[in-house]
């Protein structure tokens, strides 16, 4: 079962890495034509994942903290900006499509939880009916047998005055 998972993880994966392609060929391609958006929207994040790339590097070789980190160029910026936007647009519409299958789930499952509940109620009102009823039947049935009971002593009695007399 855990076999059949896997390929179906990097066939996301890979259909995650075209659909995210052409959302960043979009992005480069208007950052190109306007200064405004690349300032803006697509170079601070190419120059904040820059500097994080950089410095951890570092980190990791053992050289210690960069004085000086050197900028991009600006097809640089435009390039890795725009794959980090299209990354992120991919995630974001990826989270907000699992938060809605959590939703829908959480929702299917109160719905089914009501259902239970007002069946539940339900019975126990049925049962308390039913309880209800019982017990007039009982107090019926105990009021006959002593109704019963007194027709049977009085004809005893009149039985016995009846021999009696004879």
């Given at each position: 079962m855990v076999v059949g998972v896997f390929p179906l993880g990097k066939l996301a994966l890979l259909a995650i890495?075209?659909?995210?392609?052409p959302i960043g060929n979009l992005i480069k391609q208007t950052a190109k034509k306007n200064q405004s958006f690349k300032a803006l929207v697509v170079a601070p994040p190419a120059r904040l994942y820059?500097?994080?790339?950089?410095?951890s590097k570092m980190w990791m070789l053992g050289l210690g903290q960069p004085r000086l980190i050197p900028p991009l160029t600006?097809?640089?910026?435009?390039?890795?900006?725009?794959?980090?936007?299209?990354e992120m647009i991919i995630f974001i519409i990826g989270a907000t499509l699992i938060v809605g299958e959590f939703k829908r789930q959480a929702k299917n499952d109160r719905l089914k939880h009501e259902k239970h509940r007002l069946n539940r109620e339900k019975l126990e009102e049925r049962i308390g009916d039913l309880t209800n009823k019982?017990?007039?039947?009982s107090k019926e049935i105990h009021q006959l047998r002593t109704k019963l009971g007194s027709r049977e002593t009085h004809k005893a009695d009149s039985n016995t005055g009846d021999l009696e007399c004879n």
């Open positions: 890495k075209h659909i995210s392609k820059h500097v994080i790339d950089v410095r600006d097809a640089m910026t435009i390039q890795m900006g725009s794959e980090i936007l299209g019982v017990s007039r039947q």
